[in-house]
Nanobody, 119 residues
């Protein structure tokens, strides 16, 4: 059974930092892990992702401020968020794309963790 356990959200003042974590279990093999976010009234958007080879991809609005990393051994992905802005306020969702059998893969989502940066 697939499980994604997120942690690390909260309230932080502008300019501050937070670190999100997401631990995945139940996968035969993980292809990629990443973080998306959704602010009220907006669509869910990619923040950053990282594949099994540790190649990373960032949205332009977080480049230079956020860093994604991954522990393959622990099937855990991290998002270090620095220089946070009020516009970063959103629910952040962990995404894992992986195989649950040798031939079947899909995208799976965590329940989301709230990040709030007051203006």
């Amino acid at each position: 059974q697939v499980q994604l356990v997120e942690s690390g959200g909260g309230l932080v003042q502008a300019g501050g930092s937070l670190r999100l974590s997401c631990a995945a279990s139940g996968f035969f093999r993980i292809i990629s892990m990443g973080w998306y976010r959704q602010a009220p009234g907006n669509q869910r958007e990619l923040v950053a992702d990282i594949n099994a080879g540790h190649a990373t991809n960032y949205a332009d609005f977080v480049k230079g401020r956020f860093t994604i990393s991954r522990s393959n051994a622990q099937n855990t992905v991290y998002l270090q968020m620095n220089s946070l802005k009020p516009d970063d306020t959103a629910v952040y969702y962990c995404n894992t794309r992986g195989y649950t059998s040798p031939t079947s893969w899909d995208d799976y989502w965590g329940q989301g963790t709230q990040v709030t940066v007051p203006s």
